[in-house]
């Protein structure tokens, strides 16, 4: 690898960095359900339907605040996305320092296939308005 593709691997690693941690201060700092000026889903807005991330920045924003029911509420896919984002930053810091990911957060192909059904199941199940798939509807 020449030094030249080195330092646009780290770079670009940077500012992966600085957006991951900027977005998690700022949900931390700004309540989503208070902030207007946050537009709503698109997809909620075109359909009445949630998507799967329906819910995902109020959710962290309690999460960040130590209320995990509070997240779950609003959507459990939160749990889901906490531990890919952690992996990912973890990863873009190895890039940053050492100039090649970790190896350690491969996704098998098998693994992508089941996460992509959770999303969908999640997607479908939270749109069926009786108990117990309404739980999760964001709240």
């Known amino acids: 690898m020449s030094t030249g593709n080195y330092d646009v ?3 670009h ?3 992966r960095i600085f957006m991951i941690v900027g977005v998690a201060v ?3 700092a700004v309540s ?3 902030c207007r000026w946050i537009p709503c889903c698109p997809f909620y ?3 009445g339907l ?8 109020r959710g962290l924003h309690e999460l960040f605040h ?3 029911v509070g997240a779950a509420k609003y959507n459990v896919m939160v749990f889901v996305l906490v531990p890919v984002a952690i992996a990912v930053l973890t990863s ?3 890039i940053l320092l050492r100039g090649r990911p970790l190896s350690l957060w491969r996704c098998s192909a098998r693994e992508c296939r089941i996460l992509v059904v959770v999303i969908v199941l999640h997607f479908v199940l939270r749109n069926i308005p009786v108990y117990p798939f309404q739980l999760l509807a964001p709240h």
């Open 32 to 34: 989503p359900k208070e």
């Open 66 to 68: 130590g209320n995990v």
């Open 50 to 57: 949630y998507c799967s991330g329906c819910g995902t920045l």
């Open 92 to 94: 873009e810091i190895a």
């Open 9 to 11: 691997k780290r770079w």
């Open 26 to 28: 700022f949900l931390f």
């Open 13 to 15: 690693a940077a500012l």
């Open 45 to 47: 807005w075109a359909t």
